[in-house]
C-alpha cells in the first residue's frame, strides 16, 4: 500500500475542523481532513448566530473583543477565497424576562466596555415591532449570523481543489504509532487533530475530557410581514435569514442525545414563536432539524495534547457559540502546534484532571 505522508490530519469537516484546516494550510501546513459526514453535525444544523452578550446575564467574555475581530477578518477572508457572503450583519433586540433582568442589563449598559455591542433599551411596548415584550429589552449591534451551510461547502470544495478532503470515517482505534509520527490505513501524518464535535465521546484517546453535550432543535419558517427584520432573542430566538425565512431556535436536551427532530420540541419551538410575537399567525414550517452541541462543564474549549502521546491532539468544547469562538482559537492552536505561542489557559485540557 503506498503510504501518503502528511503534517496534520484532521478528523472532522465541522466548524472546528474546517476553519482549523484553512488556517494550517494557510501557514504552509500539509493538511489532510477526514470528515465521514454523519447526519445532524452541530455546524449543519446550527443557525451560526454569533451574540458576544451571550446567556441569561449578558455577560460580556474576556476574550470577546478579541473572539470577534479575529472571526470577522477569517470570514471576510474566506468569503473573498470561496466567492460566497459567509458573514450577515444583523442587529438583535434582547427581551427581557423579568425585572431582575433589567439589573443584568443595567450592569453592562454601566461597563464602557460594553458600549460598542449596546443600542439603547426600551420599556414593554417600546421596540418599535409588535412583540410579547412585557420587561421591555435592549438594542444589541456587532451581532449576526454565519452561514455555515455556505461556509462547509464551500470549503469543503476548496479543500478537494487542494487534494486536502477525504470522505469517510476515521477510527480513532485503529491508529498506531510509527516512530513519532502516526499512522491511520495508508495516511502517515506528524499528528492527528480530532475535531470531531459530541462524538468525542467515542474516541478512546480523548473520551476522559468533559463534554456535556446537548441536543438542539431548530425550524425554518416562512417568512411573514408580523416577523422583524432583526434578531430577537428572549429564551428562545427568532433570526431572518439570506432568503427571507426565518429560523427559529433552540431547544435543549441532555437525554436522549440524538439527531432526532421530534414532535414535541417543535410544539414547545412554536408556542415560543407565539410568546415572541403574539400578534403574528402560524407560522409555516419548511424544516425542522436536531443537532448536538459539544459543551463543556465549564463552557471553554479543549486544545491541547493526549498527556502520552503528544502527536494526539483535540480541538473541540465549542458548546453553543463556535461561530464566534473557533477562529481565535483555531489561530492559537495553530501558533502552538508551529511552536510560536502558548495555549490559552481556559481552553488547554492540562487544566483538567485525567478521570
Ligand atoms: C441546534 C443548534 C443550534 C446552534 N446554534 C448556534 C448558533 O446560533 N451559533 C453558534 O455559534 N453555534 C451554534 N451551535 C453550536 C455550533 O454548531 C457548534 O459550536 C459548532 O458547530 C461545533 O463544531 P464542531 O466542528 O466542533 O462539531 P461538529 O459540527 O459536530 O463537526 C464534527 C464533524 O466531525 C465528523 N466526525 C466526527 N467523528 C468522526 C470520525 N471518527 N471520523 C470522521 N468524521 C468524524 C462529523 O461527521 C462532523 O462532520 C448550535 C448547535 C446546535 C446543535
Same mark, same amino acid.
Given at each position: 500500500?503506498?503510504?501518503?505522508?502528511?503534517?496534520?490530519?484532521?478528523?472532522?469537516?465541522?466548524?472546528?475542523?474546517?476553519?482549523?484546516?484553512?488556517?494550517?494550510?494557510?501557514?504552509?501546513?500539509?493538511?489532510?481532513v477526514m470528515d465521514d459526514h454523519q447526519q445532524g453535525s452541530a455546524s449543519r444544523v446550527a443557525a451560526g448566530m454569533i451574540n458576544p452578550?451571550?446567556?441569561?446575564?449578558?455577560?460580556?467574555?474576556?476574550?470577546?473583543?478579541?473572539?470577534?475581530?479575529?472571526?470577522?477578518?477569517?470570514?471576510?477572508?474566506?468569503?473573498?477565497?470561496?466567492?460566497?457572503?459567509?458573514?450577515?450583519?444583523?442587529?438583535?433586540?434582547?427581551?427581557?424576562?423579568?425585572?431582575?433582568?433589567?439589573?443584568?442589563?443595567?450592569?453592562?449598559?454601566?461597563?464602557?466596555?460594553?458600549?460598542?455591542?449596546?443600542?439603547?433599551?426600551?420599556?414593554?411596548?417600546?421596540?418599535?415591532?409588535?412583540?410579547?415584550?412585557?420587561?421591555?429589552?435592549?438594542?444589541?449591534?456587532?451581532?449576526?449570523?454565519?452561514?455555515? #451551510?455556505?461556509?462547509?461547502?464551500?470549503?469543503?470544495?476548496?479543500?478537494?481543489?487542494?487534494?486536502?478532503?477525504?470522505?469517510?470515517?476515521?477510527?480513532? #482505534?485503529?491508529?498506531?504509532?510509527?516512530?513519532?509520527?502516526?499512522?491511520?490505513?495508508?495516511?502517515?501524518?506528524?499528528?492527528?487533530?480530532?475535531?470531531?464535535?459530541?462524538?468525542?465521546?467515542?474516541?478512546?484517546?480523548?473520551?476522559?475530557?468533559?463534554?456535556?453535550?446537548?441536543?438542539?432543535?431548530?425550524?425554518?419558517?416562512?417568512?411573514?410581514?408580523?416577523?422583524?427584520?432583526?434578531?430577537?432573542?428572549?429564551?428562545?430566538?427568532?433570526?431572518?435569514?439570506?432568503?427571507?425565512?426565518?429560523?427559529?431556535?433552540?431547544?435543549?436536551?441532555?437525554?436522549?442525545?440524538?439527531?432526532?427532530?421530534?414532535?414535541?420540541?417543535?410544539?414547545?419551538?412554536?408556542?415560543?414563536?407565539?410568546?415572541?410575537?403574539?400578534?403574528?399567525?402560524?407560522?409555516?414550517?419548511?424544516?425542522?432539524?436536531?443537532g448536538v452541541r459539544p459543551n463543556t462543564r465549564d463552557r471553554q474549549p479543549l486544545l491541547g495534547a493526549h498527556p502520552q502521546h503528544p502527536?494526539?491532539?483535540?480541538?473541540?468544547?465549542?458548546?453553543?457559540?463556535?461561530?464566534?469562538?473557533?477562529?481565535?482559537?483555531?489561530?492559537?492552536?495553530?501558533?502552538?502546534?508551529?511552536?510560536?505561542?502558548?495555549?490559552?489557559?481556559?481552553?488547554?485540557?492540562?487544566?483538567?484532571?485525567?478521570?
Amino acid at each position: 500500500m503506498s503510504v501518503t505522508s502528511i503534517d496534520t490530519l484532521i478528523v472532522g469537516q465541522g466548524l472546528a475542523g474546517s476553519l482549523l484546516a484553512f488556517t494550517l494550510h494557510q501557514r504552509g501546513n500539509q493538511v489532510l481532513v477526514m470528515d465521514d459526514h454523519q447526519q445532524g453535525s452541530a455546524s449543519r444544523v446550527a443557525a451560526g448566530m454569533i451574540n458576544p452578550l451571550a446567556g441569561m446575564r449578558f455577560t460580556r467574555p474576556a476574550g470577546v473583543d478579541a473572539w470577534l475581530a479575529e472571526a470577522t477578518v477569517l470570514y471576510r477572508h474566506l468569503e473573498h477565497a470561496l466567492a460566497h457572503p459567509l458573514l450577515h450583519d444583523v442587529p438583535m433586540i434582547r427581551l427581557l424576562r423579568s425585572a431582575e433582568q433589567r439589573r443584568f442589563y443595567q450592569r453592562q449598559a454601566d461597563d464602557p466596555a460594553s458600549a460598542p455591542y449596546l443600542a439603547g433599551d426600551f420599556d414593554a411596548g417600546g421596540s418599535g415591532y409588535d412583540l410579547g415584550d412585557p420587561h421591555g429589552g435592549f438594542h444589541q449591534r456587532r451581532t449576526g449570523y454565519l452561514d455555515t #451551510h455556505a461556509l462547509l461547502d464551500g470549503l469543503a470544495r476548496w479543500l478537494s481543489a487542494h487534494g486536502a478532503l477525504r470522505q469517510g470515517p476515521v477510527d480513532p #482505534h485503529q491508529l498506531h504509532f510509527v516512530g513519532d509520527q502516526v499512522r491511520i490505513g495508508d495516511v502517515q501524518a506528524r499528528r492527528v487533530v480530532f475535531c470531531e464535535g459530541w462524538r468525542m465521546r467515542d474516541n478512546p484517546w480523548f473520551d476522559w475530557l468533559p463534554l456535556t453535550p446537548a441536543k438542539g432543535e431548530i425550524l425554518t419558517l416562512a417568512e411573514d410581514p408580523a416577523q422583524p427584520d432583526r434578531a430577537v432573542v428572549g429564551g428562545r430566538w427568532l433570526l431572518p435569514v439570506a432568503d427571507g425565512r426565518r429560523k427559529l431556535g433552540a431547544t435543549v436536551c441532555h437525554d436522549p442525545l440524538d439527531t432526532t427532530p421530534t414532535a414535541a420540541a417543535r410544539n414547545e419551538l412554536l408556542a415560543d414563536y407565539r410568546r415572541l410575537l403574539p400578534t403574528a399567525s402560524a407560522p409555516t414550517v419548511f424544516n425542522h432539524q436536531a443537532g448536538v452541541r459539544p459543551n463543556t462543564r465549564d463552557r471553554q474549549p479543549l486544545l491541547g495534547a493526549h498527556p502520552q502521546h503528544p502527536q494526539l491532539v483535540v480541538f473541540n468544547g465549542f458548546g453553543g457559540r463556535g461561530s464566534l469562538t473557533i477562529p481565535w482559537h483555531a489561530a492559537r492552536l495553530a501558533d502552538w502546534l508551529d511552536g510560536t505561542g502558548e495555549l490559552p489557559s481556559h481552553a488547554d485540557i492540562r487544566r483538567l484532571n485525567r478521570q
